[in-house]
């Protein structure tokens, strides 16, 4: 072997090492049961959840049923049951303590103008609600009682039909209202979380009517149900649509993943006490991913990795080493 074979391959064989570390601490789980992106997931007790969603298959989407659940101590997935009211995907996702609820959403044919939730083990209730036609691809979340809907159109596919509509659902009250619209251009697909009193949404997509294409944003605001106001946050550091986003605490929330430019496993940490952006851990792979905080991790599962595909990857990783 000569000495510049040799280097080579010793350059060749440090870049895969330090690839490999850089996501170490990402730990690989067993894959979700279908490749999925789109769904509802989240922590219901004991277990991560798994609600409808849609993948690819031969070029043909499929739009999903199937609920399943991961058990971390035997790290295995389990298909719960099929969903009654048949598929459902691009909902909005609700963590209310440990319950996962989900409102809106769409079959693939009409929009879902539903509220449901996981209520125990193997269990699924669902509520048919006066809601508005724009639940498809929604923010929001839950705080002071209510379940917040922002943004959102009654088709995927329909990016003319994007809205500012806020409202609020209160089941305590059985209540739908109509709350201050949000400040900046219809979108969907957007990051949304909560903390300290507040729904924070972050980046999505606008409608360029000229190019009749889709436009990504750079927008953040939070929501205050208390005051009914929106505030204006520093705007992303690029354009993103399907960019997710967790809470990590009560002041630092996780945003990652997307497409920008392509897709990507970029991610920050946003500070809601000093409206700061800081660098982060990136995801283990890149795509529009789901993610759940549960029993002291960030779980990273599917999402949409290429144009007309998904992923059934699974990771996950302790929280303090975000």
Known sequence: MTDRLAQMIKRLLLSLALITTAHADWEALPPLPVPNGGCICGSDGPRVVVIGGTNWEGGVKNWLTAIHEFDPAKKRWEKVKDLQEGAYAYGTSYQDGLRLAFMGGTDGKKPRRIFGFVDGIKTVMTKELELPAAVVLAAGGYLSGKYILVG????????????????????????????????????????????????FVFGGMNYDA??????????????????????????LAQPNRGLSAIPLDETHLYLAGGFTDDFTAAAVIYDVTTDIYRPAKPLPYAAMVGLVKHAGFVYCLGGEDKKQSRTDNCFRIPIEEL
């Open 152 to 199: 959102g159109t009654d088709d995927a596919a329909n990016l003319a039909g994007l809205t500012r509509l806020t409202h609020a659902f209160v089941p305590a009250t059985q209540t739908i209202t109509r709350l201050t619209d949000f400040p900046g251009k219809p979108f969907a697909v957007a990051a949304s979380t909560v903390a300290r009193d507040e729904l």
């Open 210 to 235: 000229e190019a009749k294409a889709a436009a990504n944003t750079d927008t953040a605001y939070a929501f205050s149900p208390a005051k009914n106001t929106w505030r204006a946050l520093k705007p």
